[in-house]
C-alpha cells in the first residue's frame, strides 16, 4: 500500500514562515525518481509548485522561486518544503505527490497523462494573513 501524508501546516501573518513535512509509506523514496509539491486555493485550479529528483536536480515554479526549498531524507522516508517570506497569495492546500514513472518538473505538472499516473497525498492547510 503507497501513501503520502503532510503536516506542518497552519496559520501565520505576511512575512512568516512554516515548513511542510510529507511522510512515504510503501515505497523507499531514494528509488524514486521524482517528488514535489502542488497547491490549490479556493476556486483555482491546482499547481505544482516545486519538486526534487532522485539525481538532485530541483525544479521550482517562478511564483515561490526564492522563497521555497524543497529537500529530501532518504533515512526518513521523507519530503520537506520550507517556506519563507510568505504571502497571502500563498493561502492554499499543499500537496505532496510522486509520479508513477520517470517524469519531472514542468514536464510532470503540465502534463495531464502523467498527472493521472501520480500518487497524492490528502493535503495540509496553509494560510497567510494580511
Request: charged letters at 20%.
Amino acid at each position: 500500500q503507497v501513501g503520502l501524508v503532510e503536516s506542518g501546516g497552519g496559520s501565520v501573518q505576511d512575512g512568516g514562515s512554516l515548513r511542510l513535512s510529507c511522510a512515504a509509506s510503501g515505497f523507499p523514496t531514494s528509488e524514486t525518481h521524482c517528488m514535489g509539491w502542488f497547491r490549490q486555493a479556493p476556486g483555482k485550479e491546482r499547481e505544482g509548485i516545486a519538486s526534487i529528483q532522485r539525481d538532485g536536480n530541483i525544479t521550482y515554479v517562478d511564483s515561490v522561486k526564492d522563497r521555497f526549498t524543497i529537500s529530501k531524507d532518504n533515512a526518513k522516508n521523507a519530503l520537506y518544503l520550507e517556506m519563507n517570506f510568505l504571502k497571502p497569495e500563498d493561502t492554499a492546500t499543499y500537496i505532496c505527490a510522486a509520479p508513477q514513472f520517470p517524469v519531472c518538473g514542468e514536464s510532470w505538472w503540465t502534463n495531464e497523462r502523467w498527472l493521472q499516473l501520480t500518487t497524492w497525498g490528502l493535503g495540509t492547510q496553509v494560510t497567510v494573513s494580511s
